[in-house]
């Protein structure tokens, strides 16, 4: 029975795609009349979605765990945390070079300033002291 019930759900699906000619194909759980592979494949599409999003959250739950504890934060003495602070430490070398690399290279081929941009920038310096002195004679006094 259910044999035929799959065979009678193809036929009216093959039906469907021949009246519907910008289709290329019909799949089962799209057809206006589902039948046992239509409903098969839509309980499929919905275990994989659940199963997608379950590990989504279990991906989540575990850096969330790792963030909060990890091994050179909680202990820095002992072997893993040793260990993850020279991986990081390697990992992290080659980034910063390539950084200051980075704004060595733009300060090289950046513009001097003119004269005008200079005056002001020494005049906003000299008004950064100024306050500076300020305030710390204040603390001074308090």
Do not use: W, Y
């Amino acid at each position: 029975m259910a044999v035929l019930e799959i065979v009678k759900a193809e036929e009216q699906r093959k039906v469907e795609s021949m009246n519907n000619p910008d289709a290329k194909l019909v799949r089962p759980m799209l057809a206006k009349t589902k039948g046992p592979l239509g409903e098969l494949e839509q309980q499929a599409t919905e275990a994989v979605k659940k199963l997608t999003d379950e590990e989504k959250q279990r991906l989540r739950n575990i850096q969330k765990f790792l963030d909060e504890n990890r091994p050179m934060q909680q202990n820095e003495k002992s072997v893993v945390g040793v260990v993850e602070t020279i991986v990081v430490g390697i990992v992290r070398a080659p980034i910063l070079f390539f950084q200051i690399f980075a704004r060595v290279k733009n300060l090289l081929e950046s513009e001097p300033l003119d004269d005008a941009d200079a005056e002001i920038l020494r005049q906003n310096q000299s008004q950064e002291k100024m306050n500076k002195r300020g305030r710390s004679r204040e603390n001074c006094n308090h």
